[in-house]
């Protein structure tokens, strides 16, 4: 069984930056596509970014993309979200998501496609 926790969220100020953490209780991390959703309340849980097993593609939402970046350290079992230049809108609460490369030909910026979730954290961007 896979578990996923996250950290890293907390409270900054608009143009602040966090980096959230997830860590992954798998054998072989480097098999899984990786991915970071959230989730604003009242709204439903979009995209963020992705990055397939292998390292070397990586989805970007459009209201991310030049300021979130993701990275994985497959040594320590951890993808990583850099997040730069927040906004208010960014507030969410932040969910790693994680699918074995063994599903195929899959959408990563899809949530159906991600059997495996962390329990979130909390990122809040002030004005």
């Known amino acids: 069984q896979v578990q996923l926790v996250e950290s890293g969220g907390g409270s900054v100020q608009a143009g602040g930056s966090l980096r959230l953490s997830c860590a992954a209780s798998?054998?072989?991390?480097?098999?899984?596509?990786m991915a970071w959703f959230r989730q604003a309340p009242a709204k439903e849980r979009e995209f963020v970014v992705a990055n397939r097993w292998n390292g070397v593609t990586t989805y970007y939402a459009d209201s991310v993309k030049g300021r979130f970046s993701i990275s994985r350290d497959n040594a320590k079992n951890t993808v990583y979200l850099q997040m730069n230049s927040l906004k208010p809108e960014d507030t969410a609460s932040y969910y790693c998501?994680?699918?074995?490369?063994?599903?195929?030909?899959?959408?990563?910026?899809?949530?159906?496609?991600?059997?495996?979730w962390g329990q979130g954290t909390q990122v809040t961007v002030s004005s």
């Open positions: 998501a994680a699918a074995d490369r063994s599903v195929g030909i899959v959408d990563l910026r899809d949530a159906k496609t991600y059997n495996y």
């Open positions: 798998v054998r072989t991390f480097s098999n899984y596509h």
